[in-house]
């Protein structure tokens, strides 16, 4: 078809298949209810977002994070290694729950699930993307070496090293 200008232009169908911009199975496909907190770690939802609140709760429901340490499917994991990781395990893992707490604060979907040791390497386990890069340059700039970042985007999943 051509509008008034000359351009061709083609109807939008409503009854086609479009592909999610981000697969998330985390991600709510519902609004949840103002006042819905979370029985596991307290967080509410208010305003269109989770956040740290002590109004009285109208509604129970596991959030995103929650619910991704229940079943155990991180969304990010930064793998430190080498001969430094094992020298300054504990400064690093310090620098790593302090950063935590800083945006826990203001973002309680972001969170450390796990920092385990597997062979020689030191593994954290995160909620989600964000926190994951933000502990990954946080290291790096405090302590340079190599990053080395890797996104797959068909699983919503960031893997750096």
């Known amino acids: 078809m051509m509008d008034t200008s000359g351009k061709y232009w083609r109807p ?4 086609e298949l479009r592909p999610e911009r981000i697969h998330d199975p985390y991600r709510a496909h519902f609004k949840f209810a103002d006042g819905t907190r979370c029985p596991d770690c307290g967080a509410v939802f208010v305003h269109g977002r989770w956040q740290w609140s002590a109004q009285a709760p109208a509604h129970a429901a596991l959030c995103p994070a929650c619910h991704r340490i229940r079943d155990g499917l991180p969304a990010g994991y930064l793998t430190l290694s080498g001969p ?21 604060n203001e973002h309680p979907l972001e969170r450390i699930m796990a920092v385990d040791d597997q062979d020689g390497s030191l593994v954290v386990t995160t909620t989600d993307i964000h926190i994951a890069r933000q502990l990954g340059d946080a290291l790096h700039d405090a302590y340079k070496g190599e990053l080395a970042y890797h996104y797959n985007e068909a699983e919503n999943l960031l893997r750096i090293s």
Do not use: Y
């Not at 939008?12 to 009854?15: K, P």
């Not at 395990?89 to 826990?104: F, N």
């Open 12 to 15: 939008i169908r409503r009854d």
């Open 84 to 104: 430094f990781v094992a020298r300054h395990r504990d400064e690093l893992v310090r620098l790593m729950r302090h950063h935590e707490s800083h945006e826990k």
